[in-house]
């Protein structure tokens, strides 16, 4: 970023979970923010990428670098390379591994409400100090005051220019997940531990003295460990510089210490839920208790993460990075994920508008995907073309539980080809071969159903390269997601389909109106690719049967109206002057063919 600025404040501290936290915001700006990434993945040879240039990160005119460089280079753009030298080289090795400007230049915003991060006796020395310069010091009205204290984490892009391959969308998709919505899983562990003692703490309420010493007992037991653990430090350092020191009794001191590391951790955090409880225990005022009484015991939001922007223009690209294959157009998309102290998730993502455009030479359909009906009076805040809704529970043996899976999609007019299904296909899981998606999951299908002892065939194949057995069975579990139910709602679909075959073949078809069934799956052990191949599956079927059941009306109609001979005259005078006035006329013969 060519600017960063970034600002905390320092709020009272509030009740939450019968517990007085601190609480401290964080908000922060960028301007003229970028983001780099290699266009593939390099291996072990992470320390040969090449550092960025002040004039690549500054806020300068955006004319373009002065020599050949500036010449035939990309310049500012999205998607450009930076490099030092243009063409090729003699030793590429010695200019470092390339970058590409996966995001041009943008303006972002972060926000972060955290508790209990600060001591609470740092906090009341702010905030007495600012009573004092300010004349009004804190009421006790005010430590009444409740609200909902949940960590939450938000960051606002207004409008986004994206060019990646399939390598750099996992890497954000990475860093997205395990770094800025990332939540620590072991806080189920934790707030039941201190529910436990919380709830002794109240079965003893006569003993808080007891309660008193027992803390005093591990706080002191705390210091000798930490005067231990300065000991340990100490030798260990006396043992580097001395010569004569054997590198086995070096390993056993670091070993000794790291226990002792371990043991100070523990008994820290027992120390903290007891102190805790204690400050509890202790509280006294009824308005306080009479709020909390009736408060329910079960899983409670602890932590809250938005991504959000206005408009997004994301170029899909090749692996080289430079040959396009889509362009969509994203706005109003917004994405949340709570986490509760279940360890249980639930994900929210909506977008307002969403388009793709073909970007494949000599291909039929340019506009691959856009919305059919918007209705014209409903605000534009509220518009939204695709809501997906997750809820997923705590890990079981490392494989994700989605309890409720559903994908609400607005009515869709769909134009594609066979080639570029199978572009997206890779695009999306690079690690298959797009010419064989659907022959592998209906050989999966196939196996699942006739099989009868314990084989594990629904998982994915590992690459083949050396991994021990844990390792493999973490990736499965990483991989794999066992879905309780599933939900894709009824939807109408304007559809066009070409395939890789001049000749018109059942499936081509032009402008049809599809009506999508619902769909629902219950308790499958899937992949994402798994999923989207039974979708297409049951799409694809619901496809064939309306297609045959309409050329079929279509062609009953056209014979009837083949059949239908024209009136003779008898008829023609029934229809003029009422049948009264052609009594004694005989039964009118029908033609079943026409007059030649």
Same mark, same amino acid.
């Given at each position: 970023a060519a600017h960063a600025s970034v600002s905390q404040n320092i709020h009272r501290p509030v009740w939450k979970e019968r517990a007085l936290l601190s609480k401290s915001t964080w908000s922060?700006?960028?301007e003229g923010m970028q983001y780099y990434a290699t266009v593939s993945e $390099?291996?072990? =040879?992470?320390?040969?990428?090449?550092? +960025?240039?002040?004039?690549?990160? #500054?806020?300068? =005119?955006?004319?373009?670098?002065?020599?050949?460089?500036? +010449? &035939?280079? %990309?310049?500012?753009?999205?998607?450009?390379? &930076?490099?030092?030298?243009? /063409?090729?080289?003699? %030793?590429? %090795?010695?200019?470092?591994i390339q970058l590409q400007r996966v995001v041009s230049r943008c303006r972002a915003e972060f926000f972060y409400v955290s508790y209990g991060d600060t001591a609470l006796d740092d906090v009341e020395v702010s905030l007495g100090n600012v009573g004092k310069s300010t004349g009004s010091p804190v009421a006790d009205d005010d430590w009444d005051e409740t609200e909902t204290a949940v960590n939450a984490f938000t960051l606002v892009h207004h409008d986004l220019n994206v060019c990646t391959n399939s390598a750099q969308y996992v890497m954000v998709l990475d860093i997205i997940n395990? *770094? +800025?919505?990332?939540?620590?899983?072991?806080?189920k562990a934790r707030t039941d531990k201190y529910l436990r003692m919380?709830?002794?703490?109240? *079965?003893?309420i006569d003993a808080l003295e007891d309660h008193r010493k027992r803390i005093i007992s591990l706080q002191n037991q705390l210091r000798q460990l930490v005067c231990e653990q300065r000991k340990k430090e100490k030798t260990i350092y006396m043992k580097t510089w001395d010569k004569d020191t054997k590198p086995q009794e070096k390993d056993r001191l670091e070993m000794e210490a790291q226990e002792i590391k371990d043991k100070m951790h523990v008994m820290n955090e027992d120390l903290d839920m007891m102190i805790r409880c204690y400050k509890e225990t202790q509280m006294s005022s009824s308005q306080r208790q009479s709020s909390l009484r009736g408060q329910s015991e079960g899983a409670k939001l602890r932590r809250r993460g938005e991504i959000c922007f206005s408009k997004a223009a994301w170029r899909l690209t090749e692996v080289d990075g430079q040959l396009g294959i889509a362009d969509i157009n994203i706005s109003n998309f917004i994405f949340t994920r709570t986490s509760k102290s279940d360890d249980s998730v639930e994900n929210l993502l909506e977008m307002g508008y969403v388009s793709m455009r073909n970007l494949l030479p000599n291909q039929r359909y340019e506009n691959v995907l856009t919305p059919t009906e918007?209705?014209?009076?409903?605000?534009?805040?509220?518009?939204?073309?695709?809501?997906?809704? #997750?809820?997923?529970?705590?890990?079981?043996g490392g494989i994700s539980v989605k309890d409720h899976f559903e994908i609400n999609v607005a009515p869709l007019t769909i134009c594609i080809t066979a080639l570029f299904y199978k572009k997206m296909m890779t695009f999306a899981f690079p690690e298959k071969d797009a010419e064989t998606f659907d022959d592998d999951f209906e050989t999966e299908k196939t196996k699942k159903k006739n099989k009868k002892s314990k084989n594990a065939s629904f998982y994915v194949e590992c690459p083949s390269v050396e991994k021990d057995d844990v390792e493999k069975m973490k990736e499965r579990a990483e991989r794999n997601k066992l879905f309780i139910y599933i939900k894709i709602p009824e939807v109408p679909i304007k559809v066009s389909y070409k395939g890789e075959k001049e000749k018109n073949q059942i499936l081509d078809v032009a402008d049809f109106? *599809?009506?999508?069934?619902?769909?629902?799956?219950?308790?499958?052990t899937w992949t994402w690719l798994d999923l989207l191949l039974a979708v297409k599956s049951k799409t694809k079927d619901s496809l064939v049967t309306q297609a045959i059941k309409q050329k079929f009306l279509? #062609?009953?109609?056209?014979?009837?109206?083949?059949?239908?001979?024209?009136?003779?005259? $008898?008829?023609?005078?029934?229809?003029? *002057? /009422? %049948?009264? #006035?052609?009594?004694?006329?005989?039964?009118?013969t029908r033609r079943f063919l026409p007059r030649l």
């Open positions: 922060g700006g960028l $390099e291996g072990a =040879d992470m320390d040969n990428i090449m550092w +960025l240039a002040p004039n690549n990160i #500054s806020d300068a =005119d955006e004319g373009r670098e002065p020599g050949p460089v500036g +010449l &035939v280079g %990309s310049g500012k753009a999205v998607g450009g390379v &930076v490099s030092k030298v243009v /063409g090729v080289t003699d %030793s590429p %090795s010695n200019l470092g395990n *770094l +800025l919505l990332y939540s620590e899983p072991t806080q919380r709830y002794q703490f109240m *079965l003893e918007l209705k014209r009076d409903m605000p534009v805040d509220r518009q939204r073309t695709v809501r997906i809704y #997750s809820r997923e529970r705590a890990r079981v109106q *599809l009506q999508v069934p619902t769909i629902e799956y219950h308790n499958v279509r #062609s009953n109609k056209t014979s009837g109206k083949e059949e239908q001979a024209p009136p003779g005259d $008898e008829e023609k005078a029934r229809m003029l *002057l /009422g %049948s009264s #006035s052609v009594l004694g006329s005989a039964k009118p």
